[in-house]
Protein backbone atom coordinates (compact mmCIF):
# COMPACT_ATOMS: atom_id res chain seq x y z
CA UNK A 1 0.00 0.00 0.00
CA UNK A 2 1.48 3.23 -1.09
CA UNK A 3 2.26 6.04 1.65
CA UNK A 4 -0.58 8.29 0.64
CA UNK A 5 -2.89 5.89 0.64
CA UNK A 6 -1.94 4.55 4.33
CA UNK A 7 -2.05 8.06 5.67
CA UNK A 8 -5.76 8.75 4.20
CA UNK A 9 -6.92 5.59 5.82
CA UNK A 10 -5.00 5.59 8.89
CA UNK A 11 -3.07 2.54 8.62
CA UNK A 12 0.51 1.48 9.63
CA UNK A 13 2.70 4.26 10.79
CA UNK A 14 -0.66 6.58 10.70
CA UNK A 15 -2.01 4.58 12.81
CA UNK A 16 -3.72 6.89 15.54
CA UNK A 17 -4.15 5.38 19.32
CA UNK A 18 -6.56 5.79 21.51
CA UNK A 19 -8.30 4.35 24.70
CA UNK A 20 -11.32 4.55 27.00
CA UNK A 21 -11.22 6.50 30.15
CA UNK A 22 -13.37 7.31 33.38
CA UNK A 23 -12.85 10.11 35.68
CA UNK A 24 -14.53 9.79 39.10
CA UNK A 25 -15.13 13.27 40.83
CA UNK A 26 -15.81 13.96 44.83
CA UNK A 27 -19.67 13.08 45.11
CA UNK A 28 -21.73 16.01 46.71
CA UNK A 29 -21.15 18.59 43.16
CA UNK A 30 -24.31 20.25 41.79
CA UNK A 31 -24.88 20.12 38.09
CA UNK A 32 -23.31 23.22 37.28
CA UNK A 33 -20.02 23.01 39.17
CA UNK A 34 -19.42 19.26 37.45
CA UNK A 35 -20.10 20.70 34.32
CA UNK A 36 -17.07 23.06 35.24
CA UNK A 37 -14.84 20.42 36.35
CA UNK A 38 -15.68 18.58 33.46
CA UNK A 39 -14.41 21.64 31.44
CA UNK A 40 -11.75 21.70 33.75
CA UNK A 41 -10.46 18.14 32.73
CA UNK A 42 -11.43 18.64 28.86
CA UNK A 43 -9.11 21.85 28.68
CA UNK A 44 -6.36 19.44 30.68
CA UNK A 45 -6.46 16.59 27.92
CA UNK A 46 -5.56 18.78 25.02
CA UNK A 47 -3.02 20.93 26.50
CA UNK A 48 -1.45 17.04 26.95
CA UNK A 49 -2.21 16.51 23.04
CA UNK A 50 -5.38 14.39 23.43
CA UNK A 51 -8.94 14.52 22.12
CA UNK A 52 -11.89 13.24 23.55
CA UNK A 53 -15.65 12.34 23.66
CA UNK A 54 -18.10 11.67 26.06
CA UNK A 55 -18.34 13.72 29.48
CA UNK A 56 -16.87 12.46 32.76
CA UNK A 57 -16.13 8.84 30.67
CA UNK A 58 -15.65 7.94 26.99
CA UNK A 59 -12.95 7.91 24.14
CA UNK A 60 -9.65 9.81 24.31
CA UNK A 61 -7.16 9.48 21.08
CA UNK A 62 -3.99 11.47 20.14
CA UNK A 63 -3.35 14.00 18.10
CA UNK A 64 -0.39 12.97 16.36
CA UNK A 65 0.78 9.50 15.18
CA UNK A 66 4.40 10.13 15.88
CA UNK A 67 4.49 10.58 19.94
CA UNK A 68 4.91 7.82 22.80
CA UNK A 69 1.52 7.46 23.63
CA UNK A 70 2.27 6.10 26.92
CA UNK A 71 4.83 8.49 28.18
CA UNK A 72 1.67 11.37 27.40
CA UNK A 73 -0.75 8.68 28.83
CA UNK A 74 1.20 8.58 32.34
CA UNK A 75 1.45 12.69 31.98
CA UNK A 76 -2.06 12.99 31.51
CA UNK A 77 -2.83 10.90 34.43
CA UNK A 78 -0.67 12.83 37.49
CA UNK A 79 -2.33 15.87 36.00
CA UNK A 80 -5.59 14.38 36.08
CA UNK A 81 -5.08 13.14 39.38
CA UNK A 82 -3.49 16.55 40.95
CA UNK A 83 -7.20 18.29 40.26
CA UNK A 84 -9.02 18.51 44.04
CA UNK A 85 -12.14 16.92 43.16
CA UNK A 86 -11.17 14.20 41.12
CA UNK A 87 -11.31 10.93 42.87
CA UNK A 88 -9.86 8.34 40.59
CA UNK A 89 -9.32 8.05 36.94
CA UNK A 90 -8.92 5.01 35.11
CA UNK A 91 -7.51 4.66 31.25
CA UNK A 92 -7.84 1.65 29.09
CA UNK A 93 -5.67 -0.57 27.16
CA UNK A 94 -4.36 1.25 23.72
CA UNK A 95 -6.15 0.47 20.50
CA UNK A 96 -6.58 1.47 17.22
CA UNK A 97 -8.45 4.55 17.09
CA UNK A 98 -10.08 4.70 14.06
CA UNK A 99 -10.11 0.03 13.38
CA UNK A 100 -10.81 -0.54 17.36
CA UNK A 101 -8.05 -3.37 16.83
Known sequence: MKKRLRKK?????????????R???????????MTELIDEAYWLIEQ???Y???????FMAVQSYRVNV???????LCALRCM??????EFGENTDAWYGA
Request: with cysteine; proline share 4%.
Open 84 to 89: PEVTDV
Open 48 to 50: HGF
Open 9 to 21: LHRGEFKEIGFEF
Open 70 to 76: DEMKSKL
Open 52 to 58: AGGDNEG
Open 23 to 33: ICFAPGNNKEK
